[in-house]
């Protein structure tokens, strides 16, 4: 379904969050949104939501817009599992989330994507760059790539107000309002569990990214092939592992009688390890308040430091019966 034509006044080019309504009215649905089974909800339950550099870098950048509470009740809806479905396609965002009516709110976010030129270049960059080729394969971002797409004339995340255009068909004049802004949450928490939805955001499935930069097979007949996709450093990862298979093997049947024998000489025993008795306890959290806090916790390097050891063991430190 298309998005309805956006609504409200101050609509044109430049508008930016809450500018397409007017500080003067009341904002619609004051009501507690309606209860719901099966919701997507956030597993963020307090605080940022976003734990990648990606999805907190995406949130950033639209709070740095300035919507207010807007964003924060947002939040609380898509932490209540408001949000009943979202959708991502080239380009579109689209999705339902309960309001405090019947009927679900549809929601439409859509960005424009990026140019099949600007995919080109950036593939050609990551493919020159082994590091940035290996992290994509792993299904990570390179920290470089939103540099990478901006010095091929593109943009990874939205970059100002314009670059968004929002619908909602909820009564609601303002922009982002509340069903919108949970979606968002819930976009960037996507972006956590697969970075390529931002790619594909963009304008760029993941098969066709990874045949761009030679970490995959052909992309289908009509998409973009990347100019970087021969000799890249992506390549030179994808065939490590069969140019190891050509190294000639040993049957397991001749290796039965060495296969638990040390390659080198192993020590008759193992070294003792001289370290504080309580070194395991200084690497964790302090306990809380309500078990004693750093009362508790000294109580404890006390106890471990009266621990018997085995004898000659220097004081201070642990030796084998310790560990």
């Known amino acids: 379904?298309?998005?309805?034509?956006?609504?409200?006044?101050?609509?044109?080019?430049?508008?930016?969050?809450?500018?397409?309504?007017?500080?003067?009215?009341?904002?619609?649905?004051?009501?507690?949104?309606?209860?719901?089974?099966?919701?997507?909800a956030a597993r963020s339950t307090r605080g940022a939501i976003g734990t990648s550099w990606w999805s907190k870098r995406f949130l950033a950048v639209l709070e740095s817009f300035g919507a207010g509470?807007?964003?924060?009740?947002?939040?609380?809806?898509?932490?209540?599992?408001q949000v009943l479905s979202l959708d991502l396609v080239p380009g579109v965002v689209s999705g339902k989330v309960q309001g405090s009516r019947a009927a679900p709110y549809e929601v439409w976010i859509t960005m424009p994507v990026l140019a099949p030129t600007v995919w080109e270049s950036v593939e050609a960059a990551v493919a020159e760059q082994a590091l940035f080729a290996a992290q994509l394969l792993g299904g990570?971002?390179?920290?470089?790539?939103?540099?990478?797409?901006?010095?091929?004339g593109g943009s990874l995340f939205p970059q100002s107000f314009d670059d968004l255009s929002m619908r909602c068909t909820c009564p609601d004049w303002g922009l982002p309002c509340k069903h919108l802004a949970a979606a968002f949450y819930l976009?960037?928490?996507?972006?956590?569990?697969?970075?390529?939805?931002?790619?594909?955001w963009r304008g760029r499935?993941?098969?066709?990214?990874?045949?761009?930069?030679?970490?995959?097979?052909?992309?289908?007949?009509?998409?973009?092939?990347?100019?970087?996709?021969?000799?890249?450093?992506?390549?030179?990862?994808?065939?490590?592992?069969?140019?190891?298979?050509?190294?000639?093997?040993?049957?397991?049947?001749?290796?039965?009688?060495?296969?638990?024998?040390?390659p080198?000489?192993?020590?008759?025993?193992?070294?003792?390890?001289?370290?504080?008795?309580?070194?395991?306890?200084?690497?964790?959290p302090g306990p809380p308040a309500t078990l004693g806090g750093a009362t508790l916790a000294a109580d404890l390097a006390d106890a471990y430091r009266r621990l018997p050891r085995t004898p000659g063991s220097a004081p201070g430190s642990t030796g084998p019966a310790d560990r």
Request: hydrophobic residues 45%.
């Open 1 to 40: 379904m298309s998005p309805p034509p956006r609504r409200g006044p101050g609509s044109g080019a430049g508008s930016g969050w809450g500018s397409g309504w007017n500080s003067g009215w009341q904002e619609w649905e004051h009501s507690a949104p309606l209860a719901v089974e099966g919701g997507l």
């Open 69 to 81: 509470g807007r964003l924060t009740r947002g939040k609380a809806y898509a932490r209540k599992g």
């Open 140 to 152: 990570e971002l390179p920290a470089e790539l939103e540099d990478v797409v901006a010095a091929a």
């Open 187 to 200: 976009l960037a928490e996507t972006f956590d569990d697969d970075p390529f939805r931002i790619l594909l």
């Open 205 to 262: 499935a993941r098969a066709e990214l990874l045949a761009g930069i030679g970490g995959g097979a052909a992309p289908p007949a009509g998409g973009g092939s990347g100019s970087g996709a021969a000799g890249g450093g992506a390549a030179a990862v994808v065939s490590a592992a069969s140019e190891l298979a050509d190294l000639p093997g040993t049957p397991v049947a001749e290796q039965l009688d060495r296969f638990w024998v040390a």
């Open 264 to 284: 080198v000489p192993l020590p008759a025993r193992p070294p003792t390890l001289a370290a504080p008795a309580d070194v395991l306890l200084r690497q964790l």
